[in-house]
């Protein structure tokens, strides 16, 4: 198993550019989630999805998309980059209380 | 919503020594209390958890402790070692299922060989 997969894994933006960080796992996990990391203040949930078709917004969703047509994928788009989303983002999937995080991609918007 | 704070952000010790992280959370209805070890570079991985029915959890050298009066927790590193130097996180998660699990800011350990 590869567990949980993020590409790519380092991405420079100029403002104003869209891009999507895709994330994949092969645990046959139900639920994935996306987490932007910024020095300080840990780990917070941009959005979440329990399951193919359904996904929700977390704590801080603005500027972000977030699609799950299948088990294994769940992609975040960002629409409009800004210097504010400069950020290391995580995936992480769960069966239901363990989550695995992928590597991480570290984001830089100029 | 949940809200969960982390003390100190930092902590230096001597090898060898113990170390100790606190957690409070806000929301009463929290459950489940996952701690994640993060190394320098590299994605958070779960060390240990304990579930709100439990007051003390222990594996090897990490255990972890639970007051749901006080709503506080703790987590409790013995005979630290060069290689627990990371940074780590505690968590707070409401109900079952799939539910929002809410993290603390982080504790940089430095152990000191």
């Known amino acids: 198993n590869a567990g949980v997969t993020q590409t790519p894994k380092f991405q420079v933006l100029k403002t104003g550019q869209s891009m999507t960080l895709q994330c994949a796992q092969d645990m046959n996990h139900e639920y994935m989630s996306w987490y932007r990391q910024d020095p300080g203040m840990g780990l917070r949930l941009i959005h979440y999805?329990?399951?193919?078709?359904?996904?929700d917004q977390g704590e801080v969703p603005n500027g972000y998309n977030v699609s799950r047509s299948t088990t294994e994928d769940f992609p975040l788009r960002l629409l409009s980059a800004a210097p504010s989303q400069t950020s290391v983002y995580f995936c992480?999937?769960?069966?239901?209380?363990?989550?695995?995080f992928g590597p991480g991609t570290r984001l830089t918007v100029l | 919503g949940e809200n969960v704070e982390q003390h100190p952000s930092t902590l230096s010790v001597q090898e060898g020594d113990s170390a100790v992280i606190k957690c409070t959370y806000s929301?009463?209805?929290?459950?489940?209390f996952p701690w994640y070890k993060q190394e320098l570079g590299k994605r958070p991985q779960l060390i240990i958890d304990?579930?709100?029915?439990?007051g003390e959890k222990k594996d090897q050298r990490i255990a972890v402790t639970l007051n749901k009066t006080a709503k506080h927790f703790s987590l409790h590193i013995t005979e630290t070692q060069p290689e627990d130097s990371a940074v780590y996180f505690c968590?707070?998660?409401?109900?079952?299922?799939?539910?929002?699990?809410?993290f603390g800011t982080g504790t940089k350990l430095q152990v000191i060989p």
């Open positions: 992480a999937s769960s069966y239901v209380d363990t989550q695995y």
């Open positions: 929301d009463s209805a929290s459950n489940y």
């Open positions: 304990i579930r709100s029915n439990v």
């Open positions: 999805s329990v399951g193919a078709g359904i996904t």
């Open positions: 968590a707070a998660r409401i109900g079952g299922g799939y539910q929002k699990v809410t």
